[in-house]
């Protein structure tokens, strides 16, 4: 069963931006494969699936979530210390993004296969022993004397 015709545009800009990270192998055969393409960079090879999306991520949770048959496709593909698999997504205003499809986890990265780090927030944590990372007494937890 298939949903809808072959993004054959996103295709075609996808092997364009392939091309920019190294050698790029089309993949010909049957319609259902695991991956469209195959990009062979200095050190690795990365396997590579494209869709075209209604819509752009916040989170790649949001990826998975909704092809989330096509990801469990790619994920069958080896991975290895020397292959990667990766999931490309056009949204209709041809905005582009990059999901790497780890053992564990979805993670998004940028178009040359780059981790993007998320912003992190400091936050003042507290321990169960009632001090908080500052070594602070946590004025919440009781004195010594119970009180």
């Known amino acids: ?7 054959l545009r996103a295709l075609t800009e996808a092997m364009e931006i392939a091309g ?3 050698s790029v192998e089309n ?4 319609r259902g494969r695991a991956f ?3 990009i062979i960079e200095n050190f690795r090879v990365v396997f590579v699936k494209v869709k075209r999306s209604q819509t752009s991520f916040t989170y790649p949770r949001e990826a998975l979530f909704k092809y989330e048959r ?3 496709s790619l994920h069958r593909v080896a991975l290895t210390q020397a292959t990667a698999r990766e999931f490309w997504v056009r ?3 041809g905005e582009w993004q990059y999901f790497l499809i780890r053992h564990d986890s979805v993670i998004e990265v940028q178009a040359d296969g780059m981790y993007i780090p998320r912003e992190a927030l400091p936050i003042e944590t507290v ?3 009632g001090t ?16």
Do not use: C, H, Q
């Open 127 to 129: 321990d169960l022993s």
């Open 1 to 7: 069963m298939t949903r809808g015709r072959r993004p």
């Open 70 to 72: 096509e990801i469990a």
């Open 36 to 38: 469209d393409f195959i």
């Open 91 to 93: 949204s209709p205003a």
């Open 27 to 30: 993949v010909t055969g049957r």
């Open 132 to 147: 908080s990372s500052d070594k602070t007494k946590d004025p919440v937890s009781p004195s010594e004397n119970g009180e």
């Open 20 to 22: 920019r990270r190294g």
